[in-house]
């Protein structure tokens, strides 16, 4: 009979001890960008999955068995995701957390889905990864619709009567941001004066920032990453363009001042509630800033897709995918560092929460004035 342990950190890992010892390591395995432009948000998946990893093995593992973790390198790249996920397959895995991007996660769930492996995204928002009806995708972050919707609003209230631009990577997580926002805006009653998309991967955007200068943007909503938003942003300063910048949750890492510079000063972008102040999350937030890492953006929401499948894989009592899904999907609560959360049947978070932040001196803070 499998019993709680409860002790610090390890609350959330209740259920995972046996009275016999381990027989075998479960291999589980998390993936995102661990190297190219996005390697930023790969370093806090593999932090967070190595810092949980490292607490449950700790507490004892899970059902008596010790964890064993791989990491995988997708880049952001859907065709490389799909051989991360074959390649995952190849080493046992029994769960994935990940990826990062909605793009290698779409694609890489499928590979995960055929072998009876269970995925909880930290990161992917994009809504099709859990309207796809596969039975394995879930996600411990929220969705673009739900992002959107606070973004359309917001700007729509803010600055009525300005124009506002709205362009977006044409990635999958980019596209369905943008899309999202630019539906909730025009519902909201107001119409964007522009649409433009633009390349990932370049370092020259001043083609388009003169088309907007051009045009008097006012606010450039950006549907991507950090990386070219920050980009862009620089550009616009350069070119005299003073519209206020937008943006989502891909810019929450510091990485994106580093780019910026002081241009960045004043971008805001949606995230949800900072995780490092949730008190669930106070001991794992400490004991990773005194190893040298401050647990910023998604570390915390690799961490909790771990607990979640460790305290479901508890609860059913093995590795099982499919049982694994069915427990989360019927809306067992799970303690985790972002609080006791729950899935709907579709593998979502339920009650996503979205706040906005501003960049200032190169760190962003939650921005109460506005929220």
Known sequence: MKKFLMTGVAVGFAAMLSATSALADITIGVAGPMTGQYAAFGEQLKKGAEQVVADINAAGGVNGEQIKLEIGDDACDPKQAVNVANDMVGKGIKFMAGHFCSGSSIPASQIYAEEGIVQITPASTNPAFTESGQWNTHRVCGRDDAQGIVAGNFIAKNYAGKKVAIIDDKSPYGKGLADETRKALNAAGMTEAMNESYTA????????????KDAGIDVVYVGGYHTEGALILRQMREQGLGAQMVSGDAFNTEEFWT?????????????????????????????????????????????AAIQAWAQAAAATGGTDGKKIAEWLRAGNPVKTVLGEISLNEKGDIKNAKYVWYKFSNGKYTEDPSLN
Do not use: H
Not at 204 to 210: C, G, H, I, K
Not at 266 to 291: C, D, L, S, W
């Open 201 to 212: 991967g370049e370092k020259d955007y001043t083609a388009l920032v003169s088309k907007m």
């Open 259 to 303: 780019i910026a510079g002081p241009a960045g000063e004043g971008m805001i972008f949606t995230f949800a509630p900072e995780p490092r102040n949730f008190p669930e999350a106070k001991e794992v937030v400490e004991k990773m800033k005194a190893g040298g890492y401050d647990p910023e953006g998604y570390t915390l929401y690799a961490y």
